[in-house]
């Protein structure tokens, strides 16, 4: 993998930097493979990893994967919630004003139920 990627490690839930849960964001994720994906999640290691890629549905903003060292996860909150942070931190505009003062964020992620 000789290709570079921007990335950005964010704090979440803090303001003060080095005291939130950190996060990697790998900001242009478009082409990386699964396989790739996961060698860049276990070279940041952190809990978690996030991949921006252009959304596969038309309503969508972007989609994310989610990557823990060990593996792929279908879902989990404080990435999603750092990724939009990174995003938006970056000058990311969403397809779709809300309502006034807010904004509707659209991703796509995958959705597995486990009894």
């Known amino acids: 993998m000789s290709e570079l990627r921007r990335f950005k490690q964010v704090d979440v839930f803090s303001a003060v930097p080095l005291n939130g849960n950190p996060l990697a964001v790998v900001m242009d994720a478009d082409g990386l493979s699964d ?3 996961l060698a860049i999640a276990r070279w940041t290691n952190l ?3 996030t991949f921006v890629m252009p959304p596969s549905e038309p309503q969508a903003d972007y989609q994310v994967k989610i990557y823990s060292p060990a593996g ?3 879902f989990a909150g404080h990435p999603t919630l750092g990724t939009a942070h990174a995003l ?3 000058g990311f ?3 779709l004003p809300g309502h006034p003062g ?3 964020w659209r991703r796509k992620c ?6």
Not at 110 to 115: A, K
């Open 72 to 74: 792929e996860l279908p």
């Open 88 to 90: 938006l931190e970056n």
């Open 102 to 104: 807010a904004t509707m």
């Open 35 to 37: 396989g790739q994906m």
């Open 93 to 95: 505009k969403p397809k």
């Open 110 to 115: 995958r959705y597995h139920y486990r009894p």
């Open 47 to 49: 809990s978690e990893t």
